[in-house]
Nanobody
């Protein structure tokens, strides 16, 4: 069992920056990869970024490439999402997710079904 808690969301102006954090606890030793997803009203959950635990390989949605960076601090089981040059369309609830179950591991896991653990989310609002 893995517990995930997000923090760092807030309201910023377009062009601003935010750094989201995801604190993981519980049985995190077998975690394969971590991801960030977002969801706004009326839209389906969208994969934003992922990172392969212990390896560092990352993947990003086309809409955030060059602006968002995912990273992980193994010392405290914390995953970060550094966001710069934020746009109003980035406004959403952002969720942290973790994959621990065995099976095929997608090199670019940005689909919700590829994760079994989820945090409660942190709101990001970007004004024009």
């Amino acid at each position: 069992q893995v517990q995930l808690v997000e923090s760092g969301g807030g309201s910023v102006q377009a062009g601003g920056s935010l750094r989201l954090s995801c604190d993981a606890s519980g049985n995190t030793f077998s975690t394969k990869y971590m991801g960030w997803f977002r969801q706004s009203p009326g839209k389906e959950r969208e994969g934003v970024a992922s990172i392969r635990t212990g390896v560092g390989r990352t993947s990003y949605a086309d809409s955030v490439k060059g602006r968002f960076t995912i990273s992980r601090d193994s010392a405290n089981d914390t995953v970060y999402l550094q966001m710069i040059s934020l746009k109003p369309e980035d406004t959403a609830m952002y969720y942290c997710a973790a994959r621990s179950r065995p099976g095929y591991l997608d090199p670019a896991p940005l689909k919700s079904y590829q994760y079994e653990y989820w945090g409660q989310g942190t709101q990001v609002t970007v004004s024009s």
